[in-house]
Structures are given as structure tokens and as C-alpha cells.
T-cell receptor, first 113, second 111 residues
Framework: NAGVTQTPKFQVLKTGQSMTLQCAQD?????MYWYRQDPGMGLRLIYY???????DKGEVPNGYNVSRLNKREFSLRLESAAPSQTSVYFC????????????FGPGTRLLVL | EDKVVQSPLSLVVHEGDTVTLNCSYE??????LLWYKQEKKAPTFLFML????IEKKSGRLSSILDKKELFSILNITATQTGDSAIYLC???????????FGKGTLLTVNP
């Protein structure tokens, strides 16, 4: 099992460009999450999908959109990138129900110039 | 708004020292508190705590939760350089089991 995979690993964008971060999990988990991590800020939830077909905003959703393509895949789109979106992005998944943990992907480092 | 506060934010110790990391929280509809270790890449799971007063232990690491006072501690005994990392505390709350993270404690263990 690969667990949670993310592509790309690293990306440089110019202000105003768009891109999609991809995330996939092979653990048959129901819930998936997108976080961003900035220095000294911990992880902040951008969007999540509690189950296939549903998505909800997290703490910092502005400037982002998501798609839960199927049970395995959850993508994060930046329509018009801004320097404030320079960050490390982590995807996570969780089986669902009580007493389960979130499993994290390796992260995507994004630099917006 | 859910809130998780970790202290200290950074800590430098020598190998062999014992450290205690703190995490306090204010959340609605608490479900569990989790500790993660992050070494330059993805956070890796350490402990999940749901009940007060029951210590979870794994090798030199241990953790306990106090649901009355709304805090948890993570202890690391006989620290090693490999313990150098960011330690993240997160609280799971609500019907969708969302995690709210603290800012983390950066632990540096010098030889």
C-alpha cells in the first residue's frame, strides 16, 4: 500500500497562475483533508471531505477550491495564485468513525512568485 | 472557535535530558487529543488520548490527558538526537472529526 500520495512534490508559480494539487489514498478511507503549513503556524485546515460526494470549508478556504473526484482522490485547486499561498500543503485521509487517526501524505511545497 | 495552544514553542536540550511538552485546548464537542511528530516531512502519529488520567506509553515517550483542566502533556525521557523534531498537538472535535492543530513545539536535542 502506498498510503496517501501527493503530486507534485514541488511547484513554482507566478502570481495569477492556476494549478491543481492532486491527492490519492489507497486505504479505502472515507474522509479526506487538505491542510497548509506555514512556518510557526502548525497545520491549518483548508477544506475537507467527510465522505465521497461532500466537501466543506475549513479554517482558511479563501482562494481555494476542491473536488472529491471519487473515494480515492481529492484535489485542491488554486484558481489565481497569490504570494500569500506560498506554503507546504498536506493531504490526509481517515477511515471514518471514532478512534481513527488521520494519515498524511508527503506534502507539496508551493512557491508563488 | 476551537483553539489549541502548545508550550514551549521551542526547546533545546542535551542528550539524556527529560522533556515535557504542554498542550492546552478549548474546543466544542471534544472527541480526542492526538500527538504527532514531524521531521521535515509529513506528521507521523504518536498517540491518541480520549480518557482522562490514562497514560499512553511507547518506549521513552508517554502522554496523558486531563479533560477537566483541558490539557495534555507529552514526556520524552532519556532524549536522543533522533528525537529532534516538531511535536504537534491536535484536538479532534465535532461530528466530522475535524482536527485543530497547535503551532507545535520545535525540540532540538544536542549531543
Amino acid at each position: 500500500n502506498a498510503g496517501v500520495t501527493q503530486t507534485p512534490k514541488f511547484q513554482v508559480l507566478k502570481t495569477g497562475q492556476s494549478m491543481t494539487l492532486q491527492c490519492a489514498q489507497d486505504m479505502n478511507h472515507n474522509s479526506m483533508y487538505w491542510y497548509r503549513q506555514d512556518p510557526g503556524m502548525g497545520l491549518r485546515l483548508i477544506y475537507y471531505s467527510a465522505s465521497e460526494g461532500t466537501t466543506d470549508k475549513g479554517e482558511v478556504p479563501n482562494g481555494y477550491n476542491v473536488s472529491r473526484l471519487n473515494k480515492r482522490e481529492f484535489s485542491l485547486r488554486l484558481e489565481s495564485a497569490a504570494p500569500s499561498q506560498t506554503s507546504v500543503y498536506f493531504c490526509a485521509s481517515r477511515r471514518g468513525g471514532a478512534f481513527e487517526t488521520q494519515y498524511f501524505g508527503p506534502g507539496t511545497r508551493l512557491l508563488v512568485l | 472557535e476551537d483553539k489549541v495552544v502548545q508550550s514551549p514553542l521551542s526547546l533545546v536540550v542535551h542528550e539524556g535530558d527529560t522533556v515535557t511538552l504542554n498542550c492546552s485546548y478549548e474546543v466544542t464537542n471534544f472527541r480526542s487529543l492526538l500527538w504527532y511528530k514531524q521531521e521535515k516531512k509529513a506528521p507521523t502519529f504518536l498517540f491518541m488520548l480520549t480518557s482522562s488520567g490514562i497514560e499512553k506509553k511507547s518506549g521513552r515517550l508517554s502522554s496523558i490527558l486531563d479533560k477537566k483542566e483541558l490539557f495534555s502533556i507529552l514526556n520524552i525521557t532519556a532524549t536522543q538526537t533522533g528525537d529532534s523534531a516538531i511535536y504537534l498537538c491536535a484536538v479532534e472535535a465535532g461530528s466530522n472529526y475535524k482536527l485543530t492543530f497547535g503551532k507545535g513545539t520545535l525540540l532540538t536535542v544536542n549531543p
